[in-house]
């Protein structure tokens, strides 16, 4: 496959000889070289950043991508490039910015974000002794965040100010706040240590962007509310709990206190409905049903109680509280039905109500899309967080209200949440071995190789893709950084690979998801992995844009129905949908 592949390719450079300057045509000839692709993929042009192997700078790879206009930012270990992309068959440089060098042996992945002449950039470790400059900016010792830039003058980007966050920034998403004036950034750290796992959110004042700053954390799980009764009750033991819309969530400390099941006089007596009395700080057990839940805590808070706890009166588990009221400031939880019935008959007894530790996850890389949808979802550690940032969910870009959190069975390194443009699927994909092992192999296991595709609603999956080109044992390979065609006839999704290259994914119908397009190089080593190959790959306004690692930035015209008529956007941060569209195609098969 791989000979005739080689023909084709020597057939197509040849024409694209013919339409490109002779010194353009060149270099992407010799760019690809090694590439085989599939008859629908055209090399167009071809910006160089080479990075050497070995020796000096080597390990100051290329790295993601942002779009502005007909200019594109690419990361790099060292800054960033800033390239004039409107012809796309001829892309020029006009800057390839260095000054952010931390110092050898400091990885510094430098994702980007821009908006307008606003440049964003992560700084993704810890600064080393003395301090380092970046963009003029000084960044001190043992510090992490990002750095702002004014980019108006691509010739000349200026540094303005470092914004310092927690635990780092290993990549970063712009979230266009317009009604406010402002970009907010939801920083994703991508350490699994405590307190350090969700995102960070910054704000960038789009009139005054050396003001930036931080603004708060937004944890990556959701807590567990459980009911503690202490020895020596036959009830001792720990019991899983449901929250509440209304009132505080219970503190991991908790709220302790005797047990006080209520007796309002009024047969049932115990549902709560009518005001009753009880011990100064007793926590209070109510049934289920006749009022509504607020109405319940309520008459607790007003005798007395520290809290409450709701048994429900239907057989399974304990369900969400919904309802609202202000005047509620003390807990209140659900237990089931039959763990409230063991509570009940080991009374009297004392305990607590409490939320177990946040049940969170590092963020790796984090996807919004606004328009109607207003979700936002975090890949990292073994699955994936979806938030709303609508405030009808309680929710809002500065605040997001958390929807769920699931985890994968094999994945620990999640990598990868993308959203359909219409909010109905979330493509997730991980990393298995940090993206510098050879994980494509036929002989790799399945779940490294697997794509998913998640219903945005609930998290469930509602197809997968394995990896469809195995690749040798000296290539480093992964699914890596994706984006999805803005297009309402099909679900088709564009992704970078490492070493396996460029992967186009039609998931019109996710369960039966199918590869229409790649561009796969040959290995940069037979004897030993060689860090190299995409580290982006991204649909934008018509073209394919691939970050390579030691190559620079190679950009292909991909000739397929699926995308035909794919929406122009004008920018694109590629962690963003920044709208939402219905789908108008056909659900399933051709």
């Known amino acids: 496959m791989r000979t005739s592949v080689r023909l084709m390719l020597l057939s197509l450079v040849a024409m694209v000889a013919l339409a490109l300057p002779f010194t353009a045509s060149a270099d992407l000839a010799e760019a690809v070289s090694t590439f085989t692709y599939t008859p629908n993929m055209h090399p167009q042009g071809f910006s160089e950043r080479a990075v050497p192997f070995t020796g000096a700078g080597s390990g100051i790879f290329n790295s993601d991508l942002a779009f502005w206009g007909k200019t594109a930012y690419q990361g790099t270990y060292e800054g960033f490039r800033i390239i004039d992309v409107a012809d796309p068959e001829n892309p020029v440089e006009l800057k390839n910015f260095t000054d952010c060098v931390q110092g050898t042996g400091t990885g510094n992945q430098g994702d980007v974000i821009v908006w307008g002449n606003i440049l964003v950039r992560s700084w993704n470790s810890p600064t080393p002794a003395g301090g380092r400059s970046c963009g003029g900016v000084f960044t001190p010792a043992g510090q992490e965040g990002v750095h702002i830039f004014d980019v108006s003058d691509p010739a000349n980007p200026v540094g303005l100010k470092f914004v310092s966050t927690p635990c780092g920034s290993h990549t970063a998403t712009g979230v266009p706040d317009l009604a406010n004036n402002r970009l907010l950034v939801y920083n994703s750290s991508s350490s ?88 100064a700080g007793a926590i209070a057990i109510i ?97 994936i967080t979806v938030w709303s940032l609508d405030p009808a969910d309680g929710g809002s870009l500065e605040d997001p209200k958390i929807l769920y959190s699931r985890s994968f069975t094999g994945v620990t390194i999640g990598h990868t949440a993308a959203f359909s443009w219409d909010g109905k699927y979330i493509v997730f994909g991980h990393e298995p071995g940090g993206g ?36 040798t044992a000296t290539e480093n390979c992964t699914w890596h950084n994706l984006n999805v065609v803005p297009t309402n ?102």
């Not at 063991?342 to 790796?364: E, M, N, W, Y």
């Not at 192999?441 to 945005?456: G, N």
């Open 192 to 279: 699994g240590s405590p307190g350090c796992r969700g995102i960070d959110i910054l704000q960038v004042p789009l009139a005054a962007p050396a003001t930036a700053s931080y603004l708060r954390f937004e944890a990556s799980g959701q807590p567990s509310p459980t009911v503690t009764v202490n020895p020596p009750s036959s009830a001792a033991g720990t019991y899983a709990a449901a929250g509440a819309d209304f009132g505080p969530a219970p503190s991991v400390a908790g709220t302790s206190g005797s047990f006080a099941l209520v007796d309002d006089g009024i047969a049932p007596t115990s549902d709560g409905c009518t005001s009753f009395t009880l011990p």
């Open 489 to 590: 006839k099909r679900y088709v999704l564009v992704s970078g690979n490492y070493q396996s290259g460029i992967s186009v994914v039609d998931f019109t119908d996710p369960a039966n998801a199918r590869e229409i397009a790649f561009a796969d190089p040959a290995p940069l080593s037979t004897t030993s992995i060689v860090l190299g190959g995409d580290w982006s790959t991204y649909w934008y306004d018509g073209r394919i844009y691939e970050s390579d690692i030691t190559r620079g930035l190679i950009i292909w015209k991909l000739s397929d129905a699926a995308v035909a008529g794919a929406k122009k956007l004008g920018h694109l941060n590629p962690q963003t949908a920044e709208t939402s569209f219905a789908f108008k195609g056909t659900p399933f098969g051709n």
């Open 436 to 471: 510098g092992q050879a994980r494509c192999q036929s002989t790799s296991a399945a779940i490294d190789r697997t794509l998913f595709f998640l219903d945005a609603e609930t998290g469930d999956t509602a197809g997968t893709i394995l990896h469809p080109r195995p690749q």
């Open 287 to 383: 049934d289920r049903g006749n009022c509504e839940f607020q109405l319940k805590t309520q008459n607790a808070q007003n005798a007395g109680a520290s809290a409450v706890v709701i048994v429900n009166n239907v057989a399974g588990p304990a369900s969400q509280m919904g309802g609202t009221n202000p005047a509620i400031v003390i807990p209140a939880v659900q237990v089931s039905q039959a763990d409230g019935a063991t509570i009940k008959a080991g009374l009297p007894a004392t305990g607590s109500v409490q939320s177990s530790a946040v049940p969170d996850r590092s963020c790796h890389d984090t996807g919004v899309i606004l328009g109607d949808v207003l979700k936002a979802a975090c890949a990292g550690g073994n699955g």
